[in-house]
């Protein structure tokens, strides 16, 4: 499908509504690291479409079989080290330095936003580079070698990676802390998220029910689609260095 932001209609924008003190929220999911080669979830090529997501992102599959979770885990954070920010991961900080009160709230784990440069990041679905207890939650460092095998707390309980999983509560200070991050948004850039995984998916529902300005950017069409002010249906990496020389150009 064709974008429906070119550069005939580029005045979809109600650039009158932004200044440079805008609250501005950037709401990532997996479809932000895509064109740095990392595999999305949902995607026809994604994990779940070749794994059973059951069986190595819950707590039953990590009791069941820990050594094929670890691995796995290992194998996704080999693949993301050798990986690099893209351009959408570093329009985010440009954006950044034009918008002081701007946020980035993020379902990804891949630190990627971090290492772009972005600030004032939140990560719902924690950092595959951590590993906590499985019992207790103390955050536990592990050199490269052991993160293969089965580790101990000092409690006893297991090491795991620090992601959440399903059936697991997202880390609660930094959920509503995304959400008062939103009810004060003036503007968010919901950016390649199949806005299916509740409550991050709520965000762009709340930002666009309070009254901010929601510009969708994803390839596919979303559930989100047609209540976002401006969906458009291209890849990030290519969209958001032009939406930036957009708001660069005409911001006061
Ligand atoms: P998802 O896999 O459900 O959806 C990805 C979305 O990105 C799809 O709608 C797809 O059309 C879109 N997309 C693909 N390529 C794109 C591109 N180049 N530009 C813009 N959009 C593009 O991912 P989600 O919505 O983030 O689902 C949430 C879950 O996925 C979270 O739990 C998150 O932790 C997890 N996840 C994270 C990573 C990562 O850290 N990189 C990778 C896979 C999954
Ligand atoms: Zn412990």
Redesign the pocket.
Known sequence: MASIFNAMNKQLIPMERFNRDSQVVFF????????SG??????PD???SKHDPMKLASQTGFQENPVMVLNWYAD?REA?QKAKPNA?HRTISNFQKLFSNSVVI?????G?HERAGNRSIYE???N?HRHKCNSCGTMIELAKRKMRIINRCACGGGVRPD??WFGESLPLGTINAAFEAVQRCDLMFS???????YP??QLPVEAQSQGAFVIE????P?PFSHLADISVR?????IMPQLYEEFHAQLK
């Not at 990532?28 to 064109?35: M, R, V, W």
């Not at 950016?191 to 995984?197: F, K, L, R």
């Not at 291209?234 to 290519?238: C, D, F, I, N, T």
């Open positions: 990532t999911g997996a479809g932000i690291s895509a064109e990392i595999s999305t979830f949902r995607d994604g994990h779940w996704r993301i959408a993020t379902q990804n784990v891949d990627l719902l679905h924690g595959i992601v959440v950016i390649g998220t199949s806005a299916q995984v991050a998916a950017i994803n390839p596919e979303t291209q890849e990030a990496g290519l």
